[in-house]
């Protein structure tokens, strides 16, 4: 049987940059069999050495997770679709007697909301009394936060601890120009509040912990998580489904997105579609792999809609049901979800009753140990002026990011065509590894040295240290 398996972006460096791969199987354990000969470089992305599927990993087999089948062992048939998901980092509306009333300006403002039954002014003072916290005010935050804003969300709470940086105005349109180094919670709550003064903006200028989530969460109906990694993606949903509050999921990377609606007393939460997170520097971040500016746009756009409709209560909300967005091709795909009942913390028998490290729990801090394996930018240019040629250095970012900006006498081996091109290399060379940041790099040194080369190190801080103390008209991005 031909079965189409289809490829997230983030792994399409491994099949050629196909997003799709048709495969030959019986089974989907068959057809996994298949595409992991096919393409080796997907393999220590996809399963454990012992050949189980990661944690971190899912498979649907046209909209059906394969875990409420038969797992691997499921049958398929000619024209199947095999969806590989990796993970890329109701509500409590006050009663009628205390929804607050609308001022003549606030009717006039909201006027074409009150023109729809399904919202009306009853709806519209549900908004008003609503509290909704947002958990980020960059890509995702932007977009959600503006549209809660206007819609008259009476209370949006914002968490953040960044500064607002040039290369966030690509997309985190509630920044500008003018407020560039300035708090972006500070920069966020001026933009709110002059698109609609008639919302109170909350600001919690601090990184969410294990220590003060539950304290922060708490005073609020809803959650909408706008974050950017996996220990606050997995501390918000433990804390949500700890305080029984509804948590508006989205995540973005490069041209693909994703959204649903995680509330542990009606469905799955987020350890219900991921029980474990990937290895640290596994998944690239957007720094690293990039994103379409309008996307977070997009996928910001859809949670503020399931966020708005939870209150007003209308409409069906994602609640079990996981929304796929591919922006090449404009296609949205939905995939049932179903509540795990081993879930360690929604499922029958808990075993996560509070808050724990979520740091450890995703793996930070338990990196190889790299000292002594890295060389700062200008330890580098010293050493290279005494050795020339005799000091190789192999850029392992992609073709695109080389064009933006390269070191000179740099060999372009971008890290996904490293293990395939070992032959290339001399075994006793000095070699130097460097990315964008160094966490690729790092990779880089591990495949290297695991197959023999003896004297590698890694550039600290990558190209973008170099270009900012080394050579400061070099393009950054």
Known sequence: MSVTVSIPTPLRSFTGGRDAVAVVGTTVGQVLDELLAAHTGLKRHLVQDDGRLRTFVNLYLNDTDIRQLASTATPVTEGDVLTIVPSIAGGSPATETA???????????????????????????????????????????????????????????????????LTNLQRQIVHGTSTLGHS????????????????????????LTSENALDIIRDYDIVVDGTDNFPTRYLVNDACVLLGKPNVYGSIFRFEGQASVFYAKEGPCYRCLYSEPPPPGLVPSCAEGGVLGVLPGIIGSIQALETIKWIIGAGDSLIGRLVLFDALKLRFRELKLRKDPSCPICGENPTIHELIDYQAFCGIGAEPDYAGVEIGVEDFRREREQKGDDLVL??????????????????????????????????????????????????????LRGAGFGKVRSLAGGIDAWAEQVEPGMARY
Do not use: M
């Not at 009394?129 to 009476?154: E, F």
């Not at 081996?413 to 395939?420: F, K, M």
């Open 99 to 165: 929804l607050p009333k609308l001022s003549h300006a606030e009717v006039l403002r909201y006027s074409r909301h009150l023109l729809l039954p399904e919202v009306g002014v009853e709806g519209q003072r549900k908004l008003k009394a609503a509290r909704v916290l947002t958990i980020g005010a960059g890509g995702l935050g932007s977009p959600l936060s503006l549209y809660l804003a206007a819609a008259g969300v009476g209370t949006i709470g914002i968490v953040d601890f960044d500064v607002v940086d």
């Open 184 to 207: 972006k919670l500070e920069s966020a709550k001026a933009r709110l509040t002059d698109l609609n003064p008639n919302v109170d903006i909350v600001g919690h200028e601090a990184r």
């Open 394 to 447: 192999i850029d392992v970012r992609e073709p695109h990011e080389w064009e933006i900006a390269h070191i000179d006498g740099a060999r372009l081996i971008p890290l996904s065509q490293l293990p395939d091109r070992l032959g290339e290399l001399d075994g006793h060379a000095e070699i130097v590894t460097h990315c964008h940041h160094g966490a690729r790099s790092l990779k880089a040194l591990e495949i």
